[in-house]
């Protein structure tokens, strides 16, 4: 449910996460025996969808029980919460046999989730993400981090517990300022020499402990760019799961346009006044890009040229 005015891609999953129920062991089986509940599945990281006579794409729902059965145990299933009153769950298949084709034969396929997110419902969108955030912290956390033996999964797959010293570990989410640089009437993008040719965007770094949100953009805009921060707003955030972080948006005032990338985060800064801005968001610059509007740096860029932030 959208909780805000604005609503980023992977954000307003509608699901009841039900986390009350995750530790009631009978109820979770008797809901993935259920012949009214739903499973997803996930492979490689990739979501298994069926194409729309629209022309985009959506979850591909399977029986829970079958999404039980191909996971073989509560290692490689994730209890997603309730949809009204139907429970839905997910399955992580892994391994080089595309189970597409196999025993998922004729019931969609398997697709990057990059490419098909602005074909799905916003709310297909989300649901994954989730399912694709717990998996990515499933695979990286299959130890315990106290003691090194291997945990095991509960709670539905939310939390994970060593069986040799009793530690608990719950899911990450790693918080990520990302901001727009902006002074007067212009606004400033930043870019990676990694990055493809002519793409420019905000610039962003994860938050470090101790630290505030404000705190951290203007650390990274100084650190970056040089630049000094004088204000911070809010924009949005925005769930971005490669592999589990929390996108936090802001439009930053800076002190002067004076910048200085730092050639290691940044090779080159551009200014932009709003018409340019604009010309940016809809393409019109030979040459030159900023992210697709799936990312939070699109729609930061397109809130201040527009004047809606």
């Given at each position: 449910?959208?909780?805000?005015?604005?609503?980023?891609?992977?954000?307003?999953n509608?699901?009841?996460?039900?986390?009350?129920?995750?530790?009631?062991?009978?109820?979770?089986?008797?809901?993935?025996?259920?012949?009214?509940?739903?499973?997803?599945?996930?492979?490689?990281?990739?979501?298994?969808?069926?194409?729309?006579?629209?022309?985009?794409?959506?979850?591909?729902?399977?029986?829970?029980?079958?999404?039980?059965?191909?996971?073989?145990?509560?290692?490689?299933?994730?209890f997603m919460?309730?949809?009204?009153?139907?429970?839905?769950?997910?399955?992580?298949?892994?391994?080089?046999?595309?189970?597409?084709?196999?025993?998922?034969?004729?019931?969609?396929?398997?697709?990057?989730?990059?490419?098909?997110a602005?074909?799905?419902?916003?709310?297909?969108a989300?649901?994954?993400?989730?399912?694709?955030?717990?998996?990515?912290?499933?695979?990286?956390?299959?130890?315990?981090?106290?003691?090194?033996?291997?945990?095991?999964?509960?709670?539905?797959?939310?939390?994970?517990?060593?069986?040799a010293?009793?530690?608990?570990?719950?899911p990450?989410?790693?918080?990520?300022?990302?901001?727009?640089?902006?002074?007067?009437?212009?606004?400033?993008?930043?870019?990676?020499?990694?990055?493809?040719?002519?793409?420019?965007?905000?610039?962003?770094?994860?938050?470090?402990p101790?630290?505030?949100?404000?705190?951290?953009?203007?650390?990274?805009?100084a650190?970056?760019a040089?630049?000094?921060?004088?204000?911070?707003?809010?924009?949005?955030?925005?769930?971005?799961?490669?592999?589990s972080?929390?996108?936090?948006?802001?439009?930053a005032?800076?002190?002067?346009?004076?910048?200085?990338?730092?050639?290691?985060?940044?090779?080159?800064?551009?200014?932009?006044?709003?018409?340019?801005?604009?010309?940016?968001?809809?393409?019109?610059?030979?040459?030159?890009?900023?992210?697709?509007?799936m990312?939070?740096?699109?729609?930061?860029?397109?809130?201040?040229?527009?004047?809606?932030?």
């Amino acid at each position: 449910m959208a909780l805000s005015f604005f609503q980023n891609t992977f954000a307003g999953n509608p699901l009841d996460r039900a986390s009350d129920r995750r530790g009631d062991a009978d109820w979770l089986a008797s809901r993935l025996a259920s012949s009214e509940s739903l499973g997803l599945a996930l492979w490689n990281g990739k979501p298994f969808v069926e194409k729309t006579k629209e022309g985009g794409v959506q979850i591909a729902y399977l029986p829970a029980k079958l999404a039980g059965e191909l996971a073989g145990g509560p290692e490689r299933l994730l209890f997603m919460g309730l949809w009204k009153e139907t429970a839905v769950f997910a399955v992580d298949l892994e391994g080089t046999s595309d189970p597409a084709l196999g025993p998922l034969q004729g019931l969609g396929e398997f697709a990057d989730l990059r490419q098909v997110a602005l074909r799905l419902p916003d709310t297909d969108a989300a649901i994954l993400a989730t399912a694709k955030s717990m998996f990515e912290w499933r695979r990286r956390h299959q130890y315990c981090a106290a003691c090194g033996q291997p945990s095991e999964p509960r709670e539905g797959g939310w939390k994970r517990q060593c069986p040799a010293c009793e530690a608990e570990h719950f899911p990450r989410t790693d918080p990520v300022v990302i901001m727009l640089a902006v002074h007067g009437d212009r606004c400033m993008v930043g870019r990676q020499e990694i990055w493809p040719k002519g793409m420019f965007s905000a610039l962003a770094g994860f938050l470090e402990p101790g630290e505030s949100i404000e705190e951290a953009c203007a650390r990274e805009l100084a650190e970056e760019a040089g630049l000094k921060t004088v204000s911070v707003r809010y924009h949005s955030t925005q769930p971005w799961p490669y592999p589990s972080s929390l996108m936090i948006g802001l439009i930053a005032e800076v002190e002067d346009e004076d910048a200085r990338p730092d050639q290691t985060e940044l090779s080159e800064v551009r200014w932009f006044s709003r018409d340019e801005a604009r010309a940016l968001i809809r393409g019109e610059i030979p040459d030159t890009f900023c992210p697709q509007p799936m990312a939070i740096a699109h729609q930061l860029i397109k809130a201040w040229a527009f004047g809606e932030s």
